[in-house]
């Protein structure tokens, strides 16, 4: 915030062209500041009134806005009146662009604005910020005359296309590859059936956390080999479901 003084008067002289004295009031002609600042205008002390052209009627008059500003004073058989020009500097324009969701990283955000000053929450002071993470991103951006900040939140989902599935698994319970896992990766619906070599459904789930142990109906499945079907959609797969088929040996 700045104030702009009115000068302090001397008392009175003769008008040109009345019969009224007058008040030197000598305000700063022309004032700058960026958006949203605001500036307060001082027309001084020790007046009996003034009349701003906004209609206020206060020594001081507070501005955010660009535009023409005059005041007028009186004391006793004096008068005077004075005029400031106020206007808004240029501000960096950011477009991080919405909050997004995206399939893997990294994220290239651009803060575009060639030649200023930029600062990242990142602690990175380049022009554009590559990003490998979720989170909530912003950008200080300096032109030189103002400041002004943008952030957006980026969702980065690690999907793989085709979760792999294990070839071989050993549920013998020493704690070591006891659980067949058909991979880390995310999915909207999940869908997994397994089965025996007759063509016998021994498990499923919908739960991508949720592995098979090797059993059927709490007790030991047969050694051999099994039969899987994967099936999944996500944001990445355009919400369409996609198919994974395998083989699974089981072993103790």
């Known amino acids: 915030m700045g104030i702009i003084h009115g000068g302090a008067s001397s008392g009175c002289r003769y008008g040109y062209f009345s019969n009224f004295n007058s008040i030197v009031l000598n305000l700063v002609n022309q004032v ?3 958006p949203g600042e605001t500036y ?4 001084g002390g020790g007046k009996d009134n003034y009349l701003w052209n906004t209609g206020d009627t206060t020594q001081t008059l507070s501005v955010s806005n660009e535009g023409v500003y005059w005041v007028s004073v009186t004391k006793e058989n004096c008068i005077g009146s004075d005029t400031v020009y106020v206007s808004i500097l240029p ?5 991080l662009g919405n909050d997004s969701t995206y399939c893997n990283g990294p994220v290239l955000l651009d803060a575009k604005n060639m030649g200023t000053k930029y600062l990242w929450n990142t602690g990175d002071s380049a022009q554009t910020v590559s990003v490998c993470k979720s989170g909530s991103y912003s950008v200080t951006i300096d032109n030189g005359l103002c400041k002004k900040n943008s952030k957006v939140e980026i969702t980065i989902k690690d999907y793989k296309t085709f979760p792999s599935l294990q070839n071989i ?4 319970g020493d704690g070591i590859n006891d659980l067949l896992d058909l991979g880390t990766f995310a999915a909207d619906e999940h ?3 397994i089965y025996s070599r007759w063509g016998n459904l021994v498990f499923q789930t919908t739960d991508e956390n949720n592995n098979w142990d090797g059993k059927i109906k709490d007790k030991l499945a047969d050694i051999g080999t ?3 079907i994967l099936k999944y959609k996500s944001f990445c797969t355009n919400n369409e479901f996609i198919t994974k088929k395998g083989f699974v040996t089981l072993l103790r």
């Open 91 to 95: 501000e960096p324009i950011i477009n």
């Open 32 to 34: 700058s500041f960026c």
């Open 40 to 43: 307060t205008i001082d027309a």
């Open 191 to 193: 869908d997994v059936k």
């Open 169 to 172: 698994f050993t549920p013998n």
């Open 226 to 228: 099994y039969y899987i």
